[in-house]
């Protein structure tokens, strides 16, 4: 919200403050803006608090959006002593025993329930929501408590009073400039003297309302980013949590790489042993047993898996987060019923959505991104328009780009933010594929 100079503020166009106005009228300054309710986009690494210095307090119940069906009651969680919390100031949730709602409309990202509402009992075709309910009773056995707290520190408004005082402030100044537009757009020395008395009040009004709402908007800025801290550091816990209840055995020794490969190292490539560590956190942080052995080998500039030479492409610019990504799909190859899970996932979000179910080139989705024309992809909103992307050999993203986020506290709070069914279905996906080998 500014409040601009009358003349100057042609490009801000506000039809039912300026109809009966001629052409020759400038148009109103238009000042609203949505108050800020989500938080600000995540940076990659940034250092968050060591589990055994993160606290929580005490919680005080916020109520929820009521929206698609409440699904069963979350599995019980067993009582633990010392658990790790993290204090999220004045905006406090429910007990994490509580059975929860989902809010699937509104400005919110909380999307549970977007592909239907998460039961054990599912068709065979909707496999997905049996899946997304697994990964949220991982998540509370885990880390009690948390999936409440990230859904309001990351899903409700910043501080609601203050969003309820901007919104006033937001109407108070339509009404002025809809009830004083004429005099605003008349220079001061064309207006009778009683008049540009009028004027001058209004316009010290507006100012006082530029300057409330201004420092509103200082005050929720300020929390939002102590909610995305808090929600970094609840964020840090879980997957230190999720590494410790994995396998934490050496598996460097199961990492083959040929020469082709090493001929990369110093070239924007990782060295050997970089390798093998970035292949010891993907197993130590989801828990998946290693295969008898891993194949990486570079075969062109763009790392991926070759699913027939059952090998990983590193591509030219290799990392921890690419190494996540590629392996998934070496998960997922393994594991026919995630794999089917995920395809019904990404059709039932299309469809519930009221997308096409066509697939669309994504080169048209991502006009700015490096694909191929055969590249295409079912649409929906997604975190990422790939997450769509369509196979002929039934392989999907949806996996690969889930586990990528788990590389670090930022990338899988950033997916939480955007689409926390998406977490839930890899969380699902873990916990099936932890007791099986691929």
Not at 223 to 249: E, M, P
Not at 379 to 391: H, V
Not at 405 to 418: N, T, V
Request: some cysteine.
């Amino acid at each position: 919200m500014r409040r601009l100079d009358y003349a100057a503020a042609s490009r801000y166009y506000l039809p039912e403050v300026i109809n009966g106005f001629s052409p020759s009228t400038p148009d109103v300054a238009r000042l609203q803006r949505t108050p800020r309710t989500a938080p600000v986009v995540l940076a990659d690494e940034t250092p968050v608090l060591p589990a055994e210095q993160v606290t929580l307090t005490a919680a005080r119940a916020t109520p929820r959006p009521v929206a698609s069906p409440a699904v069963e009651a979350r599995a019980p969680v067993a009582a633990t002593s010392a658990v790790p919390t993290f204090d999220i100031g004045e905006l406090q949730v429910a007990s994490s025993s509580s059975t929860p709602t989902y809010d699937s409309s509104g400005p919110s990202r909380q999307t549970v329930g977007w592909s239907g509402p998460p039961a054990m009992d599912v068709p065979y075709t909707q496999t997905h929501r049996r899946q997304i309910l697994q990964g949220m009773q991982a998540m509370d056995r885990i880390f009690p408590g948390l999936r409440d707290k990230l859904d309001t520190v990351l899903h409700a408004p910043a501080d609601p009073k203050l969003c309820d005082a901007q919104t006033r402030l937001l109407d108070e100044q339509s009404q002025l400039y809809a009830q004083h537009a004429r005099i605003l757009g008349v220079p001061d020395n064309k207006l009778p003297e009683h008049v540009r008395k009028s004027k001058a009040e209004v316009s010290a009004r507006l100012d006082q309302i530029q300057a409330a709402y201004d420092k509103n908007d200082e005050a929720l800025a300020a929390r939002t980013r102590d909610n995305t801290t808090q929600a970094r550091q609840g964020g840090a816990v879980f997957l230190q949590r999720l590494r410790k209840s994995g396998q934490v055995h050496d598996v460097s020794d199961r990492v083959h790489i040929d020469s082709s490969a090493r001929d990369q190292v110093g070239k924007g490539n990782p060295s050997e042993t970089e390798l093998k560590k970035w292949v010891n956190e993907f197993h130590h942080q989801t828990g998946l047993p290693a295969p008898s052995q891993l194949n990486f080998r570079h075969t062109g500039p763009r790392a991926d898996y070759d699913f027939q030479a059952d090998a990983v492409n590193i591509g030219d610019r290799f990392s921890k987060r690419l190494a996540l990504h590629e392996l998934a799909h070496r998960a997922e190859k393994g594991n026919p019923e995630i794999a089917q899970a995920n395809r019904d996932w990404v059709r039932a979000r299309c469809q519930n959505g009221g997308f096409s179910d066509e697939p669309v080139k994504l080169s048209t989705l991502v006009p700015k991104g490096d694909y191929q024309d055969d590249e295409v992809a079912l649409e929906d909103s997604f975190a990422d328009p790939y997450i769509g992307k369509q196979y002929n050999y039934g392989a999907t993203e949806v996996l690969s780009v889930g586990l990528d986020h788990f590389a670090s506290p930022e990338r899988f709070i950033k997916l939480y933010q955007q689409d926390p069914e998406h977490v839930f279905l890899t969380l699902g996906a873990l916990e099936k594929m932890g007791a099986t080998k691929w």
